[in-house]
């Protein structure tokens, strides 16, 4: 944000810029907790759920770049760019911090990590530990200074104001807003995946569905729905990927096109939700109403409409035996029909 405002482009234009790439990230990590949560609820392969999403998630991220690069250029030649900020903020982190190239060692190993498909949990452990071990041994922080970052954040005194500003954040405490409000939204979710009324409200839906595009657009819908009325991501997948699995099997659609339109909507398109719980972190961390950078958020807006598409075209929509639609005996019926 400091480098962009820097450069004179408007704080929501870089904030909406952040917002695609970060998701753009999100949505493909192995390690990413939603794209973990879309494989299991379709019962399919992680990597293979990941290599079905590249389908709609680089042409998303390339017309967000062209996007961006034409109001980049729009701006810049209309505007003078303030370099002081940027040398300011060079200074300042060259005073603060050592900065080596071979500290890209962590990051690097993270990436190793993941392409060695080594489990999520095991891997952030992992590299916590590594820049742990980086803040002591290199950057010269203390035990207690790693604890307290941990918890509380970490606080920048540099006396530049902006750069303490940027780097004067973290912490456990300062997310525990937002993991209430997850809470709140997962219970109301438990709620309404235990008492079956979004299974009931999608039957009828579904039972009026004979296309495939028409299936796949259906699922889409229904995370959008969830998003807008929990605003939670695990809701915004679970649901509506538990409820369509079995009729995307009957149609013969493979579960890779749910996990993947469920990313659609409950990963990237709730941020599109201005009471979401992304959309609320990232204005706090923006200092700025979340109404501002929504617009901006490109990619949030190409990577579903890109998945509606792919729907009625037929195109990367993968096809399975179609699952027989009878019903299975159950020991409960099997009894019940015995006893009569």
Excluded: C
């Excluded at 993941?114 to 999520?120: E, H, Y």
């Excluded at 509606?308 to 019926?333: C, H, N, S, W």
């Amino acid at each position: 944000m400091a480098i962009g405002e820097g450069m004179g482009f408007p704080a929501p234009i870089v904030a909406g810029a952040v917002i695609s790439g970060a998701f753009f990230g999100d949505k493909l990590s192995p390690l990413s907790d939603t794209t973990n949560l879309a494989a299991a609820m379709g019962d399919v392969k992680l990597f293979a759920h990941i290599r079905h999403m590249l389908w709609d998630t680089i042409p998303a991220l390339l017309i967000s770049a062209i996007l961006f690069w034409f109001i980049g250029v729009s701006i810049s030649s209309n505007s003078t760019a303030d370099t002081s900020h940027l040398e300011a903020l060079m200074g300042g982190l060259d005073e603060q911090f050592v900065i080596q190239p071979w500290l890209l060692l962590v990051p690097v190993l993270a990436l190793s990590l993941m392409l060695f498909k080594m489990p999520a949990l095991p891997t952030l452990l992992l590299v916590s530990l590594m820049g742990a071990a980086t803040a002591l041994l290199v950057q010269g922080s203390s035990v207690t200074d790693i604890l307290q970052a941990m918890t509380s954040g970490y606080t920048s005194t540099t006396g530049i104001e902006f750069m303490d500003d940027l780097l004067s954040r973290g912490g456990i405490e300062s997310i525990l807003g937002t993991i209430a409000l997850v809470i709140i939204a997962t219970a109301l979710g438990g709620i309404l995946e235990t008492t079956g009324a979004f299974k009931v409200l999608i039957g009828s839906l579904v039972s009026r569905i004979k296309r495939s595009g028409s299936m796949v657009a259906a699922s889409l819908g229904s995370g959008f729905l969830v998003a807008f009325a929990s605003g939670e991501q695990y809701v915004s997948i679970l649901l509506p990927a538990r409820a369509f699995l079995t009729p995307y099997k009957k149609m013969g659609l493979s579960p890779l096109n749910l996990t993947r339109t469920a990313e659609a909507s409950g990963t990237v398109g709730i941020n599109l939700v201005p009471w979401s719980v992304p959309a609320v972190f990232a204005s706090g961390v923006f200092g700025m109403a979340a109404t501002e950078f929504i617009p901006f958020i490109f990619f949030a807006f190409l990577v579903p409409l890109i998945n509606l598409i792919y729907a009625y075209t037929g195109f990367t929509i993968k096809r399975v035996a179609p699952e027989e639609d009878g019903t299975q005996e159950t020991p409960e019926k099997l009894l019940s029909s015995k006893g009569n």
